[in-house]
């Protein structure tokens, strides 16, 4: 796929929605704040929510299918009645650190193992525009910082170790090849 127009939740075609790949540029993009939570981004919440499942996902991002808003879903027991949507997320506390396998549907087939925080609490907007906070332990802390991080721009292969970036060179040189020749 090649890189698209920057498009915001207003004016996404949701129909067209796609989870893009490394080293797509959307990917990079630090992401902008959600203006006003209206019937689009709760329409692109919801596709974004059929596109995680559909993946066989439990987070996904929306600069991941190629619109650079501050908004994230995510169903860490990947139970279609477990879900998250988190808009302008930050996370205000944090403890205790943990190092777990991760995956990522825009590196499809690499996982390694990554940091993180064990114990986070995220202050956010809902789908309703409300101010929630959510304190979450463990793989749910883990899934949300790693969408947080897409809102950043950073990606899964910047969190790798050296070691990990080896093992997986092959995989990522692919990914480059397959982006380049679309």
Known sequence: MRPAEKIVAATADLAA????RY??????????????????????????????????????????VGVTVRLLVASPTF?????LCLINPRII??????EQEEGCLSFP?????????????????????????????????????????HLEGTLLVDRMSQVARLANRKALKQLKAEFTSA
Do not use: N
């Not at 929605?17 to 893009?20: A, N, P, Y």
């Not at 996982?111 to 309703?128: A, F, N, P």
């Open 23 to 64: 080293p797509d540029p959307r990917l990079r993009e630090i992401c902008t704040p959600v203006e006003a939570v209206d019937d689009s981004v709760r329409a692109m919440a919801e596709r974004m929510l059929e596109l995680m499942f559909d993946s066989a996902g439990v987070g996904l991002a929306a600069p991941q």
């Open 79 to 83: 139970e279609r009645t477990d879900r």
């Open 93 to 98: 506390a944090e403890d205790g650190w943990d």
């Open 109 to 149: 087939g690499i996982y390694c193992k990554i940091r993180r925080r064990r114990d986070i609490t995220v202050e956010t907007l809902d789908l309703s525009g409300g101010s929630v906070r959510y304190e979450l332990e463990g793989f749910a802390a883990r899934v949300v910082q790693h969408e947080m991080d």
């Open 17 to 20: 929605l796609r989870v893009i």
